[in-house]
Structures are given as structure tokens and as C-alpha cells.
């Protein structure tokens, strides 16, 4: 069995954990979660080269789009809700890491992104929403939250009317979700270091991007 250890893992900040679930944001917003736009669902399966595997899911999205202030097409944001789901094989351990990544005038879908340099929620200094400040051109990738698998290989993210407001935008504007499961048997971030043994898995899975209003 091969052994590994990587040096300088970042971790993800903002991250709340409740029971089995990390609940994030109320956006108070009841009138327009009837208009909410269901997304589809995604799962993603990733093995390694010992038989390991960690299964990914994404149920249950959707999203709505939140009405201009004093009718400024420049200011204006969405809410999220969602559930992110992840299970790895015996003896598997690992962390599952929820982002949204949030494009003005620019074309998310199929994106190929970078999630070391992502905002995250404590960053910002928010608990139940985020003010992004995006100009046209931009692409920014917000860290929501994580968590770790528990003993048994399970970890569950579920987000409930999160908002996400938008400054500066006064183009098109999209979003996505991004689900990304790193693991690995003997799985340990201990003094800033991952290791464990055999294959080092790293699943991301995509949601599907919508347009913002």
C-alpha cells in the first residue's frame, strides 16, 4: 500500500456543522420561493486504483433570482437552496466542500475553475448571506462551507434560502454550484499536511449554471 503526504492544504474557512448537516442562510424571501427554479439533480462516482471510491451527490437544488434595489439593474442577487451529499468506501476518510462560482457577462458553463484563491464566508465576514462585488468580465468562486466525513464515510451539506447579492453586475449574470469530495484511506490534515494511503481521490461535481435577473 502506497503512502502519500501533501504540504500546504488549504482549508476551507466558514464552515458550520450540525449534526450531520451544515445548514447555511435565511433570506426570509417566502414570496419568491414560490417562483424558485428547480435545478437537476447530479451525482458523480470516483474511484481509486485500490477498489477505494467516494460517491457525490447533488439533490434537490434550486434557485430564484432577487429583485433589483430601487431599480438598479447593477444591484441585484439570488438564493440558493440545495442538499450535497457525500459516501466513501470502508475505511475512507475525507472532507466534502461546498462553493458557488458567479459570473457577470461571462459564459460559466464549462468553466474549468479554480477553487485556492475562493472568498470565503468568514472573509467576508457574513453569516447569513454574501454581498459579492463582481464587474462585467468577472468570475468569482465563493467558499460556502465544508465538512468532514464522519466514521462512516458520510457527510451531508444542506443549504436553505441562501442569498448571494450582486454588486457592480449590470450585465448577464450566472451561477453554479461546485461540490468538490477530497479522500483517502487513513485520510489526515494534521499540522497543515494531507496524508494518507493508497490513491488520493479528488471528485468535483458541477451543478448546473442559471441565469440572475
Known amino acids: 500500500m502506497s503512502k502519500f503526504s501533501k504540504l500546504g492544504l488549504r482549508r476551507a474557512a466558514g464552515a458550520v456543522a450540525i449534526a450531520s448537516a451544515a445548514v447555511v442562510g435565511l433570506a426570509g424571501m417566502g414570496a419568491g ?16 486504483i485500490d477498489g477505494e471510491s467516494i460517491q457525490t451527490w447533488r439533490t434537490n437544488e434550486s434557485a430564484y433570482s432577487i429583485p433589483t434595489v430601487a431599480n438598479n439593474p447593477a444591484v441585484r442577487g439570488f438564493v440558493l437552496s440545495g442538499t450535497y451529499s457525500a459516501k466513501a468506501s470502508a475505511d475512507v476518510g475525507g472532507k466534502l466542500a461546498v462553493y458557488y462560482a458567479v459570473g457577470c457577462q461571462v459564459n460559466i458553463d464549462g468553466l474549468s475553475l479554480s477553487l485556492d484563491g475562493a472568498i470565503s464566508l468568514s472573509e467576508a465576514g457574513v453569516t447569513a448571506g454574501l454581498s459579492l462585488p463582481i464587474g462585467p468580465g468577472d468570475v468569482k ?5 465544508s ?32 461540490v468538490k469530495v477530497i479522500g483517502a484511506k487513513g485520510y489526515s490534515t494534521d499540522d497543515g499536511k494531507l496524508s494518507g494511503e493508497g490513491t488520493l481521490i479528488q471528485s468535483t461535481l458541477y451543478g448546473q449554471p442559471f441565469g440572475i435577473n
Open 33 to 48: 420561493e414560490a417562483a424558485a427554479v428547480k435545478l437537476p439533480n447530479g451525482y458523480k462516482n470516483a474511484t481509486g
Open 141 to 145: 468562486v465563493i467558499s460556502v462551507t
Open 147 to 178: 465538512k468532514d466525513l464522519s466514521d462512516s464515510g458520510v457527510a451531508a451539506v444542506q443549504l436553505s434560502q441562501f442569498s448571494i447579492n450582486l454588486e457592480g453586475c449590470g450585465g448577464y449574470a450566472s451561477a453554479r454550484s461546485i
